[in-house]
C-alpha cells in the first residue's frame, strides 16, 4: 500500500488553545477515525498553535486534511508538507500527543510553531514522541 504523509501548522481558536477536556476530545477523535481509515500520526499543541503529521494511504489523508480545513477549534491551517513516503514516522500510534521536551525545545529554539519547515517540523515531532523513523 502506499504511504502518505502531511503535517501542518494551524492557530487553536478558544478553548482549543488551552484546555484539556478539548485536546482530549480531538485526541478521541482522531483515535476513532484513524483506526477506522488506517492513518497513524502525531500532534502537539504549543503556545495555541497545532502541528500535527498525519500518514496513511493518500486518499484517506486528503479526506482528513478536507475535514480538518473547516475544523472550528482552528484556523490558518498551513500545510508545511505533503508527499509520498517509503514507511511511517508513527507507525504503532493512531494519533499520538506529543509534549515539548527538553530535547525537542531545543530542535524548536525559541521560534513558534508555524515558523518551522517541513523538516524541522518532522523532527520536533519524532523528538518530542521519542519516536525513530523507520529504514526506507
Known amino acids: 500500500m502506499p504511504l502518505h504523509r502531511a503535517i501542518y501548522v494551524s492557530d487553536a481558536v478558544g478553548d482549543a488553545a488551552t484546555s484539556l477536556l478539548v ?3 480531538i485526541l478521541g477523535e482522531a483515535e476513532r477515525n484513524n483506526r477506522r481509515d488506517g ?3 502525531a500532534m502537539m499543541r504549543h503556545d495555541g498553535q497545532f502541528l500535527q503529521v498525519v500518514e496513511g494511504r493518500r486518499s484517506d489523508v486528503d479526506r482528513l486534511l ?3 480545513r473547516i475544523d472550528p477549534r482552528h484556523e490558518n491551517m498551513r500545510l508545511l508538507s ?3 513516503v517509503a514507511g511511517r514516522l508513527f507507525p504503532e500510534s493512531l494519533m499520538m500527543l506529543t509534549q515539548l521536551t527538553p530535547d525537542a525545545a531545543r530542535l524548536l529554539n525559541g521560534a513558534r510553531l508555524d ?3 517541513a523538516d524541522r517540523a518532522e523532527a520536533l515531532l519524532v523528538q518530542a514522541a521519542g ?3 523507520l529504514p526506507a
Do not use: F, K, N, V
Open 39 to 41: 492513518r497513524t500520526g
Open 82 to 84: 505533503d508527499q509520498a
Open 23 to 25: 485536546l482530549a476530545e
Open 66 to 68: 478536507d475535514r480538518l
Open 131 to 133: 519516536a525513530l523513523p
Open 115 to 117: 515558523q518551522l519547515g
